[in-house]
């Protein structure tokens, strides 16, 4: 008798786990985090000037859940990209370290103001992941400014100003 109880018992609480369960696992596979997309120098294309970004030290990209990044050839770029709509949700910006190239979120980045122009289009301004690394940097040598006079239309929380 008691096992026919917990047959029972089961077999009303499985539908209940299942039913709690699966919206859970669907959260969790939709909120990953975003991840920077590898950047081809032959063959991706500024989003806003068009031309191929050749150039990784001072490359940004846009990535967001299930669409195509968004490469830019220098940080002027990716502001015209950004005052020009808000970001898709989820969406995160991410900026190459002039010294290494590697990807960094733009929110946690070092920007320095240079003498004469980074960018393929004439910005001054270049990022870093870490103040160390700026520093042995010997291509930037400047001025440390925030991210709102690198990128003014760059808004931390996912959206612009």
């Known amino acids: 008798m008691r096992s026919l109880a917990r047959s029972l018992n ?7 786990l ?4 699966i919206p859970l ?3 969790a596979g939709c909120s990953r985090d975003v991840q920077p997309a590898a950047l081809d120098t032959a063959n991706d294309q500024c989003g806003t000037c ?3 970004v050749s150039a990784e030290r001072t490359a940004s990209q846009v990535a967001a859940p299930n669409q195509e990044p968004k ?6 770029c990716l502001d015209q990209f950004l005052a020009g709509a808000p970001l898709a949700k989820g969406a995160r910006v991410f900026v190459a370290d002039h010294r290494t190239g590697e990807w960094v979120p733009a929110e946690s980045a070092v920007f320095t103001k240079i003498a004469g122009s980074a960018g ?7 990022a870093h992941a870490t103040p160390a690394s700026r520093d042995a940097d010997r291509d930037a040598a400047g001025v440390i400014v925030p991210i709102s006079t ?5 808004h931390p929380s996912g959206g612009t100003r």
């Open 18 to 21: 299942i039913t709690l369960t």
């Open 150 to 154: 690198a990128v003014p239309s760059f």
């Open 50 to 52: 068009r031309m191929v």
């Open 71 to 76: 490469f830019f050839d220098d940080l002027g």
């Open 25 to 27: 696992w669907l959260v």
């Open 120 to 126: 393929a289009m004439g910005s001054p301004f270049v």
């Open 10 to 16: 089961l077999a009303l609480l499985t539908p209940t």
